[in-house]
């Protein structure tokens, strides 16, 4: 049986207060946040408090979470401004800070899936996934670094495809993945299987109908190999969701891109063309002032196949 506790704000409140006992200084940004969720924002973040809730976590623990993601980004962004740069630039350097490392992992996850609630660029970012995911088409779903898992539960909730496969490096996160998609909590999800390897070393036997890749490309030394991996996975028909960001600096970015012509440079080079994307500037600039001073952006893209 699950959490009895009411789906309210309630339950978001006292993560609020949770976070703002070891973070004073997020009081006005979570107050701003608080105010813009929506109905169905409150309702499902709550859900996924409540899930964590059900798997004996607590607010206390996820309240570090999310303020391990503001901590660790706010180091970085200092780092990156210094040296213009960011701190980590290949696979070796991180593996065992963050992806082979269970207690970190976990929380960089779990907090990483509350900021989609929590900062409005990641919370435009899945609004616009879940705009954008055909809701009607059939057929194989691949999931590249679901992560946390969120977005891999939300496309198999709303969507119509017949199988879905998550691929992901990180043993931790093929675990969360695997934990959010059986509790039955958001849905009976039967149709679906998560790996634990490196896609670029994955020998896949099928084609996609569709591929998402949410916040990866920049977590790895040879982004194009992925785009280019992707292509060849694809047909022209197929819907592929990439997001990545620019001059954005965290704990395991690696990859390095500094203007968003960088991006679309790269999905014409691998065989793909972007069909729609959304750019997202920094907190109260334009995207202009953003590209200019370097500050972080964040890009979803909608990208189709070039016929051969
Ligand atoms: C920042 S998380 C993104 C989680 C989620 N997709 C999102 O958009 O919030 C990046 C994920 O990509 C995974 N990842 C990194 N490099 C990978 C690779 N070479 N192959 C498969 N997964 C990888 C990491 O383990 C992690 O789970």
Redesign the pocket.
């Known amino acids: 049986m699950h959490s009895t506790r009411p789906l309210s704000i309630s339950v978001i409140d006292e993560l609020i207060q949770e976070i703002l006992r070891i973070n004073k200084l997020q009081s006005n940004f979570l107050a701003d946040a608080v105010q813009t969720l929506s109905k169905s924002d409150i309702q499902l973040f709550s859900q996924y408090l409540n899930y964590c809730l059900d798997q004996q976590l607590t607010l206390g623990y996820l309240a570090k979470c999310y303020d391990l993601i503001v901590k660790d980004t706010f180091t970085q962004q200092l780092y990156f401004k210094r040296h213009g740069h960011y701190k980590h630039s290949s696979?070796a350097e991180v593996e065992s800070l963050v992806?082979r490392n269970a207690d970190y992992?976990s929380m960089?996850?779990y907090g990483?899936?509350i900021t989609?609630f929590l900062w409005p660029n990641h919370a435009q970012m899945k609004q616009f996934f879940k705009e954008m995911l055909p809701k009607t088409q059939s057929g194989r779903y691949l999931?590249?670094?679901?992560?946390?898992g969120?977005?891999m539960m939300e496309a198999m909730q709303h969507s119509q495809y017949d199988q879905f496969l998550g691929?992901?490096?990180?043993p931790t996160?093929v675990l969360l993945t695997q934990k959010i998609l059986s509790s039955h909590y958001f849905g009976q999800f039967e149709n679906y299987d998560i790996k634990e390897?490196?896609?670029?070393t994955w020998e896949p036997s099928d084609q996609y109908d569709a591929v998402v890749?949410?916040?990866?490309l920049e977590?790895?030394e040879q982004p194009q190999q992925?785009l280019q991996k992707i292509a060849a996975l694809t047909h022209g028909n197929s819907h592929i969701h990439v997001?990545t960001c620019i001059n954005s600096p965290a704990i395991?970015h690696i990859y390095l891109f500094k203007h968003a012509q960088d991006i679309a440079n790269m999905v014409k080079a691998s065989g793909l063309y972007i069909k729609h994307q959304l750019l997202i500037p920094y907190q109260s600039t334009t995207l202009a002032t953003s590209e200019q001073d370097k500050l972080p952006i964040n890009i979803a893209l909608i990208l189709g196949k070039v016929d051969a």
């Open positions: 696979y992806y992992m960089y996850m990483l899936a989609t999931e590249i670094g679901p992560g946390h969120f977005h691929i992901d490096i990180s996160s390897c490196d896609f670029l890749m949410g916040e990866v977590h790895v992925f997001t395991d």
